[in-house]
């Protein structure tokens, strides 16, 4: 839950109460990650900014100061996603992620959300499905080649 903040209440000369940089990039965080388990739960239409607000324990305003709009926050969450799944596959073919099965059964409970984001959103008949389809397929290609370059794939 979150709870509003009365500007009367705050004292703006004493540092220990302003937010500092680091907890606005944790907000920012929170509300993307929350965003991203509401839209693979619900679906991008059924998810309020009032419901992420409420997960991530922040305000609905923060929210839209953040990313602008809901549409603002899915675009952050396809790239936080796309990014995620990039960056591990190059961590594959570099050989430099090598788990256990224990890391291997964490990994695969943390991309459980980024999944469910994407199973939505490649289902949705839009043009924001179609898009993130293309930039997955553009980078299953690269993967290959870089799987063939590494000498991982044949």
């Known amino acids: 839950m979150f709870s509003m903040l009365n500007m009367s209440s705050v004292d703006m000369h004493d540092s220990e109460k302003a937010p500092t940089p680091s907890d606005d990039r944790k907000a920012r965080a929170r509300i993307r990650d929350a965003a991203l388990h509401l ?3 619900r679906g991008f239409h059924t998810a309020t900014v009032r419901d992420i607000a409420e997960r991530a324990e922040v305000s ?5 100061h953040h990313y602008g709009s ?3 926050l899915r675009e952050a969450v396809e790239e936080h996603v796309v990014a995620d ?7 594959a073919f570099a050989g430099t992620m090598t788990p ?3 890391e291997y059964d964490q990994l695969a409970r943390d991309y459980l959300p980024g999944m ?8 949705d008949d839009t043009e924001v499905g179609r898009r993130l ?17 590494a000498g991982v794939l044949i």
Not at 60 to 64: N, Q, R
């Open 60 to 64: 609905p305003a923060l929210v839209v």
């Open 133 to 149: 389809y293309a930039h997955l397929h553009a980078d299953a290609m690269r993967y290959l080649e870089a799987g063939v370059d």
């Open 85 to 91: 799944i990039r960056a591990g596959k190059y961590a």
């Open 116 to 123: 469910a984001f994407l199973r939505r959103a490649l289902s």
């Open 39 to 41: 839209f693979g739960e």
């Open 70 to 72: 809901k549409q603002g």
């Open 100 to 102: 256990t099965a224990a």
